[in-house]
């Protein structure tokens, strides 16, 4: 193999750039048969056992895709090819493909900007890393480090490591005031993961210490420590309180903190690990509120920061998801204790009832569940006979005693496409509709 690399390398190095990009793009594709058994022998990788420089040839092959690829295909299609051999050379950059020949890249004033597109459009993939770090290059080599701005703003997925690279950029470059405007305006972003929260507050942190606001670090360095604790966040936040002259009232206050966040995880834990469904809407005020606690302590970004890690614990949860929005939401107006007394009625349950598998509810039970379940089974063959099961959620009007086994007039119907529009029918008669108190004390329904 090494031989047909160095044929290859005389293609490229000659100007056939076709013939190069065919030649490397046989030779590396090569690499993806590292599986198979029987094919490369030797305790280390394959590209490791060639006496060619991968990465050297993988920036070759790009370049050669990159001049004989279409203008208005090139950004895409290097996207993919990146994409697929990468991996062999993930330090690879937009600089590197166009160091492997003396004359730079053509077109590219016109490619930079599909270039950026591309990379800021495609959000997933094993290789987001280096995405990230290709997305940089370009927009500093485009239009210079606060054209960053302009694509951290941009809501995705990129958006936590540029405002990070955009930080960086700009402390590189001696801009420390205008760094630390850009770390404030990082932690005002709802929604960033948590670790990414923390490495903007570490950086205001920094920032701020070094322009003589002791108080500011102080608050920038608790933060931190609250959206992701780690031994050093917490040496950092003494070391700030330190500076600030808080040591004592900060540890005390942080102790505090810790204690309540501690209770209220376990508690969460405890009815959603649980699935105490009934209690959802009560933990998840609780969260709200210790959230609200940390916003009152002039820590706004933590206090997200909580909601949206205890909301991404519990992916598969999405009861307590929707009742973690709804007092989230509740709450932006009014305080948890209003937020419980404005709670909405829950709809009645789902059951199992005579096989409809949780897609109806009983509706003789205003609970909507059939008064036979449970362990009295000498009502299973009553249950079996219910006629009474609507679809979920169910809302019947109740009828009066002297409807009882006929026919009668309600505001819609109660199973559609049975009835006829406006028209449903007694419990007792056989058809749903939600009883009256005669209707509960009979013994079929007792």
């Not at 070391?239 to 600030?244: E, F, I, L, Q, S």
């Not at 929707?322 to 509740?330: K, P, Q, Y």
Request: aromatic share 6%; proline share 6%.
């Amino acid at each position: 193999m090494t031989d047909l690399f160095a044929l290859a390398a005389d293609a490229f190095l000659a100007g056939d750039l076709a013939l190069a990009k065919d030649a490397y793009g046989q030779l590396l594709g090569v690499f993806d048969l590292d599986q198979e058994v029987g094919t490369f022998c030797g305790p280390s990788s394959p590209s490791d056992m060639v006496a060619t420089d991968v990465p050297e040839a993988v920036a070759r092959y790009l370049r050669a895709v990159f001049e004989t690829t279409p203008l208005s295909e090139r950004a895409e299609e290097l996207y993919d090819r990146y994409a697929d051999l990468g991996r062999l050379a993930p330090a690879t950059s937009l600089h590197a493909i166009a160091d492997t020949l003396r004359n730079g890249l053509p077109d590219l004033d016109d490619f930079l900007p599909a270039w950026i597109e591309v990379l800021t459009e495609h959000t997933g993939g094993y290789w987001a890393r280096d995405r990230q770090r290709l997305l940089t290059e370009a927009t500093v080599w485009h239009a210079g480090t606060d054209s960053l701005a302009t694509v951290a703003r941009r809501p995705g997925d990129h958006q936590p490591t540029t405002y990070l690279d955009w930080i960086n950029a700009l402390t590189r470059d001696g801009r420390l005031d205008d760094a630390a405007a850009a770390a404030r305006e990082a932690t005002t972003i709802t929604g960033l993961p948590a670790e990414r929260s923390a490495e903007v507050a570490d950086r205001l942190g920094e920032l701020t210490a070094r322009l003589g606001d002791p108080q500011a670090a102080l608050d920038a360095r608790r933060t931190a420590w609250r959206t992701h604790r780690t031994r050093s966040r917490l040496l950092a936040l003494v070391v700030a309180a330190d500076a600030a002259g808080q040591r004592a009232g900060t540890l005390k206050r942080q102790q505090w903190f810790d204690a309540a966040r501690s209770v209220a995880d376990r508690r969460i834990d405890a009815v959603v690990g649980n699935k105490h469904r009934g209690a959802y809407h009560r933990v998840a005020v609780l969260a709200v509120a210790y959230a609200e606690a940390l916003a009152l302590a002039a820590d706004q970004a933590a206090g997200a920061a909580f909601i949206t890690a205890t909301r991404s614990r519990y992916p598969r949860h999405v009861a307590f998801r929707d009742e973690l929005d709804r007092a989230t939401a509740a709450v932006a107006g009014t305080s948890p204790a209003q937020a419980i007394a404005s709670r909405e009625p829950s709809q009645p349950r789902r059951t199992r009832t005579a096989g409809r598998r949780g897609r109806h509810v009983c509706a003789v039970s205003p609970t909507g569940r059939h008064p036979g379940r449970g362990p009295d089974r000498g009502r299973l063959a009553e249950r079996r006979r219910c006629q009474g099961m609507a679809p979920w959620p169910y809302a019947a009007p109740t009828h009066r005693p002297s409807d009882h086994g006929r026919q009668v007039e309600s505001p819609r119907p109660i199973l559609p496409g049975k009835n006829g529009p406006g028209v449903s029918w007694c419990s007792r008669g056989g058809r749903p509709l939600r009883p009256c108190a005669e209707c509960l004390d009979d013994e079929a329904y007792a």
